[in-house]
Every structure is written in structure tokens, then in C-alpha cells.
């Protein structure tokens, strides 16, 4: 099992900067979080990926916020972080970090078995 504990979000004006983290723990978190991401929902829209940390350590990122996000690790805290800057309004929504990848597209919500309780971000313009 692994338990996901997002923590950071907050209420920024666009323009601003916030970073989010993700800190693992249990007796799986150091199987199942080789793999990780962060995904994104807002009210009655399916919960999209934002940016992926692969196993290999290869980061990926939307189109949607290339360039304004960036993972990091820290490894001995079991801690997935998720700098952004550059916030947009469009970015508000509930941030929630996943692990536990299965395969295919690191980008599909459906191929992570672990969530957190998720971390609210705001952006007002």
C-alpha cells in the first residue's frame, strides 16, 4: 500500500508562483512511486495529467503548462514536488498527485493505482 499526501496550494494572483508537493509513504511507496504524476480536475471535467516523472527520471509536461512547471524529487524524503510559475486563472483547480503506474500512457488517470486527498490551487486574475 501506498498513501499519497499532497500539501502547498493556496490562492495566488496570476502572474505568481506556488509550489506543491507530494510526500509518499507505506510499505509499497518505494515500488509503486518509481513512477508518479501530477493531475488536475476542475468541477464536471475528467482529472487531466499535467506532468509525469517516469521511472527512467524522465519528466514530461501538458501542453498546457510547458515551461511554466517543473518537476523535481527529493528521494530521501519520498517527495514529488511541482513548482509552477507563471500561474493563469485557468490553472485553478484541485491538484492531486498519483503513483502506481500499470503501463500504457503515463498521461491516463486510469493507469494509477494511488491518489491523494488532493491540494486546491487558485489563481485569481
Known amino acids: 500500500q501506498v498513501q499519497l499526501v499532497e500539501s502547498g496550494g493556496g490562492s495566488v494572483q496570476a502572474g505568481g508562483a506556488l509550489r506543491i508537493s507530494c510526500t509518499a509513504s507505506?510499505?509499497?511507496?518505494?515500488?509503486?512511486?518509481?513512477?508518479m504524476a501530477w493531475f488536475r480536475q476542475t468541477p464536471g471535467k475528467d482529472r487531466e495529467a499535467v506532468a509525469v516523472?517516469?521511472?527512467?527520471?524522465?519528466?514530461d509536461y501538458s501542453d498546457s503548462v510547458k515551461g511554466r512547471f517543473t518537476l523535481s524529487r527529493d528521494n530521501a524524503k519520498n517527495t514529488l514536488y511541482l513548482q509552477m510559475d507563471s500561474l493563469k486563472p485557468e490553472d485553478t483547480a484541485m491538484y492531486y498527485c498519483?503513483?502506481?503506474?500499470?503501463?500504457?500512457?503515463?498521461?491516463?488517470?486510469?493507469?494509477?493505482?494511488?491518489w491523494g486527498q488532493g491540494t486546491q490551487v487558485t489563481v485569481s486574475s
Open positions: 507505506g510499505s509499497g511507496s518505494g515500488t509503486f512511486t518509481k513512477s
Open positions: 516523472w517516469s521511472a527512467s527520471g524522465n519528466t
Open positions: 498519483a503513483a502506481g503506474y500499470t503501463g500504457y500512457s503515463r498521461f491516463d488517470a486510469a493507469n494509477y493505482n494511488y
